[in-house]
């Protein structure tokens, strides 16, 4: 939703998966290796090092901090957390779908923030780090519109995340173990289709609408 955004395909999928290879899968794999020869804390701490250092690069790089990187360290952390809870056979059961509740709670806290995580991600992976993008893209709001689609879109995806960890949480309690786990990956991808494809899908219908906002040159 910018008049002058632009980067190619290949840069936001090597920026994606970088991003989550540095925030999610190495640390994941530190801490795997490392837990069987010290105690869980400390593999805890010596994997986080990792992307607690990249963000720290890239803040002295760009002096700004890259939102998406600590959210999905925030996700690595609370998933290491879940993972290693004890407890009874329900528990473990429910134990992602709590972390997804969480991180549906903090897409949706961050509407109250000047603002929402959807706007450092779309910052983060359709501008890369051209800083004039980065400025025009931040310009745009200015517009009344340019605000209520980005809310929009951050408020629809905290609203799939609580929803898919409230719908397997249930499930958990009404389904024995062997059906929880034939039907939850269905449920968690359900929801994520839903939030993904309302995305595609608004972001294209907004972007016309915002280009003609543009052209009458006047904030609304």
Same mark, same amino acid.
């Given at each position: ?45 010596i994997a986080t090092v ?11 790089k760009r002096r700004r ?32 779908? $709590?972390?997804?509740?969480?991180? &549906?709670?903090?897409?949706? +806290?961050?509407? #109250?923030?000047?603002?929402? /995580?959807? =706007? ?31 809310? $929009?879109?951050t408020m629809v995806w &905290?609203?799939?995340?609580? +929803?898919?960890? #409230?719908?397997?949480?249930? /499930?958990? =309690? ?42 009458? +040159?006047?904030?609304?």
């Amino acid at each position: 939703m910018n008049q002058t955004v632009s980067i190619s395909r290949k840069e936001i999928i090597r920026g994606i998966v970088m991003t989550l290879l540095i925030n999610g899968a190495v640390p994941f794999i530190v801490y795997e290796v490392l837990s069987s020869h010290m105690s869980s804390i400390a593999a805890l701490f010596i994997a986080t090092v990792i992307p607690l250092i990249d963000n720290l690069f890239s803040f002295m790089k760009r002096r700004r901090l890259d939102v998406f990187a600590v959210f999905m360290l925030i996700s690595f952390l609370l998933g290491i957390v879940a993972f290693t809870v004890d407890g009874s056979e329900k528990l473990l059961l429910i134990r992602e779908s $709590l972390v997804t509740g969480i991180l &549906g709670i903090i897409f949706l +806290g961050s509407l #109250f923030f000047p603002r929402p /995580l959807i =706007f450092y991600f779309a910052i983060r992976f359709t501008l890369g780090n051209d800083p004039d993008k980065t400025s025009a893209f931040a310009n745009n709001w200015q517009y009344s519109y340019f605000r209520f689609v980005l809310r $929009l879109i951050t408020m629809v995806w &905290g609203l799939c995340l609580i +929803g898919e960890s #409230f719908v397997r949480t249930i /499930l958990v =309690f009404k389904l024995s173990v062997s059906q929880f786990l034939a039907v939850s990956n269905f449920v968690m991808y359900g929801f994520m289709g839903v939030a993904i494809v309302f995305t595609v899908v608004y972001r294209r219908h907004s972007q016309k609408r915002f280009k003609e906002i543009i052209s009458n +040159g006047r904030p609304v």
